[in-house]
């Protein structure tokens, strides 16, 4: 803080004719005043943008191995996205296909299954834990962060939920994904958190995970099961909707096509954006390298799809 003396020690006195005092400050110290405000707003205004934030990157944490897992398939469209906007990280990815569907499973199996998975990935010295599954989003967040310790765990519900309540325009929002995703309720929590005056709804859509697992994306079955789940959401007049469930945006092509009308919300984008704003991120070429718990034909059929065969190896792993 500046001393006002610096400014003021010398004012004079002036007695009026009614004998009144009061202070007048010279012509002298007035210039000196406006000429030091100047002169530090100039200083002020000719430091770049640029520079402060660059001074705020360099507070942020450098991550340069991300590790990611799924039940299934499904993460791969997470990974899509961040292998996109940050390529110099190095990538681990861990499909537990081998007892996946996990939106059938108890809440108690699924943070079993959850913290085996982070297990292993944390053996990859990862900066970050990417949850990129909807059932282990609902039921096992504040365990992994408990078990992760010092690695931070990003899920995929809060994301997309913040997504798509500023992507509706009429308040209503449709949501689709495992059983146990919606039963949780959080979804449905979180975007009452955000807007109160949202109309939710809320619709299980189990057969769409083993679909995309066998790679069936588009076509007549997959067609007349996206029907078959969405038909009852339209009829509440949703203008959005919530692909909540991380195998569903491999099939949100042939759900545009059908529903041209609906936006689609995911949560690799979203997940994206987060991870911008909190870290910055190793330049240069990364790697990718997936692990499986068992290894399905289709999966290695998504994985080229979906990655364009870019990625270092598969491997098959017990967990």
Do not use: W
Not at 310 to 318: A, G, L
Request: aromatic share 10%; net charge positive; with cysteine.
């Amino acid at each position: 803080m500046v001393n006002s003396r610096f400014f003021y020690s010398s004012p004079i006195t002036h007695h009026s004719a009614g004998g009144t005092a009061s202070l007048i400050t010279t012509p002298l110290l007035n210039l000196t005043f406006h000429l030091t405000f100047n002169l530090l707003n100039a200083v002020a205004m000719s430091i770049p943008l640029y520079y402060t934030q660059r001074v705020m990157d360099r507070v942020k944490q450098l991550v340069k191995r991300i590790g990611i897992f799924d039940s299934g398939a499904g993460g791969l469209t997470v990974l899509k996205v961040l292998r996109v906007a940050f390529p110099g990280v190095n990538y681990y990815y861990l499909g537990d296909t081998a007892r996946l569907p996990y939106g059938t499973k108890s809440s108690e199996t699924i943070v079993r299954y959850t913290k085996q998975n982070a297990s292993f990935l944390l053996t990859k010295g990862i900066d970050v834990l990417i949850v990129a599954c909807n059932t282990a989003s609902a039921y096992a967040i504040p365990a992994l962060r408990e078990y992760a310790g010092d690695i931070p765990v990003t899920g995929v519900i809060h994301p997309g939920a913040r997504r798509a309540a500023g992507t509706t325009r009429n308040g209503r929002i449709g949501i689709i994904g495992t059983q146990a995703t919606i039963s949780s309720g959080k979804y449905q929590n979180r975007l009452r958190e955000i807007n109160p005056d949202l109309k939710i709804f809320g619709s299980p859509a189990p057969l769409l995970v083993p679909l995309v697992e066998e790679g069936l994306i588009s076509g007549e079955i997959s067609e007349k099961a996206i029907s078959m789940y969405l038909g009852p959401l339209l009829k509440e007049d949703i203008d959005t909707l919530i692909l909540g469930c991380t195998h569903y945006p491999m099939l949100k092509q042939t759900i545009q096509e059908m529903y041209p009308m609906l936006k689609l919300v995911d949560s690799a984008e979203p997940i994206r954006d987060i991870l911008c704003e909190k870290y910055r991120f190793k330049d240069g070429n990364g790697k990718t390298e997936i692990f499986v718990t068992d290894y399905p034909e289709g999966f290695a059929s998504l994985s080229k799809r979906f990655l364009g065969g870019n990625f270092n190896r598969i491997e098959h792993i017990d967990l």
